[in-house]
């Protein structure tokens, strides 16, 4: 169902993948109820994913840009506002990657090169982009800017690994750009702590099929889908949500509030096992 929220708005959409990707949910969400789009990813994403098909579904222009590359985003804020004809309204970073997750570094065995990237690509690149925008003035007032994030970014969480500390980065950010633009143009700078979902990001996290079950388990009103992230996104990029900002805002059924629940507990009392042991007894670290 459409309210029209995001009417005339021009927005540029970071890191759709493929249709599972939670980008990909809030490019459809926002231009159903009125936005413009430009669509941006890596180079190398725009060719092995299927943005082209989001894009025609979407009317939208795509324009690839690496978000950790200061050029290629001060080539896509300018070409963005002439594709859509004026200054940007809203902004969704969903942009992450940790290398050390992929060749599977422990997190007390960090590579550090890695981890660099980690912090440029997932949380630094957001701050890359806000200061490219505002040097540009490519931004309205009052526009809307949106990151994702983990609530591992303030409590620790098995596997979640140098995310982690991008995620705390990524939301440091939100509030120290959030009071300057704010306080110089009304821009709200937030970012969203979204349940665990499965895309392709998620599904590099290790253990991520029981992060799942738990965190579903433990969530009054279940884990998000990424469908019901994009409709949250589309209230804080509309005019409904002025005076919002510096958030981390949770959109993950209550999970961040709980302790434990009776579907948690009735699962955990299922098995008493020692995690720190395999099955031959064995002490595992990880
Ligand atoms: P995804 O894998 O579909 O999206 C990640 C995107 O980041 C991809 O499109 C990828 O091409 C892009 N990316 C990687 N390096 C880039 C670079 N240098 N420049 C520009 N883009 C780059 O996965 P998902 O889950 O949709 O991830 C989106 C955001 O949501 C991420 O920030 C993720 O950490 C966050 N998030 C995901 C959760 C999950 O369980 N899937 C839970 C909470 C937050």
Not at 4 to 10: E, I
Not at 64 to 81: G, H, V
Not at 98 to 122: A, C, E, G, H, P
Not at 128 to 157: E, G, P
Request: aromatic share 10%; glycine share 8%; proline share 1%.
């Amino acid at each position: 169902m459409s309210f029209n929220l995001l009417k005339g708005k021009r927005g540029i959409i970071f890191g759709a993948l493929n249709d599972a990707s939670i980008a990909w949910k809030v490019a459809e969400r926002v231009v159903e109820e009125g936005a413009q789009i430009v669509l941006t990813n890596t180079a190398v994403a725009c060719r092995m994913g299927t943005i082209d098909e989001l894009a025609k579904k979407t009317n939208a222009t795509i324009i690839p840009a690496d978000a950790t590359s200061i050029e290629d985003l001060t080539a896509l804020f300018e070409k963005a506002q002439e594709a859509m004809g004026g200054k940007i309204d809203f902004v969704l970073h969903s942009c992450a990657m940790s290398v050390n997750m992929r060749k599977k570094r422990t997190y007390d065995d960090l590579d550090y090169s890695y981890l660099s990237k980690t912090l440029d690509i997932s949380a630094i690149s957001f701050h890359k982009m806000l200061q490219v925008a505002k040097k540009l003035d490519a931004l309205n007032d009052n526009a809307s800017v949106l990151a994702l994030t983990y609530v591992a970014s303030h409590r620790t969480f098995f596997g979640y690994n140098d995310m982690a500390d991008a995620k705390s980065l990524l939301e440091s950010i939100a509030r120290s750009f959030g009071y300057i633009y704010g306080r110089e143009k009304g821009v709200r700078i937030n970012t969203i702590s979204q349940s665990p979902t499965f895309t392709t990001a998620g599904s590099g996290i290790k253990g991520f099929d029981g992060l799942y079950d738990f965190s579903d388990r433990m969530s009054p009103l279940g884990n998000a889908s990424a469908d019901e992230c994009a409709d949250y996104c589309v209230v804080m990029f509309s005019d409904l949500t002025k005076k919002v900002t510096m958030q981390t805002l949770f959109h993950d059924g209550g999970f961040s509030s709980m302790g434990m629940s009776l579907r948690g507990m009735t699962q955990y009392n299922k098995s008493f096992i020692d995690e720190n042991r395999d099955e031959t007894g064995k002490i595992i670290y990880g």
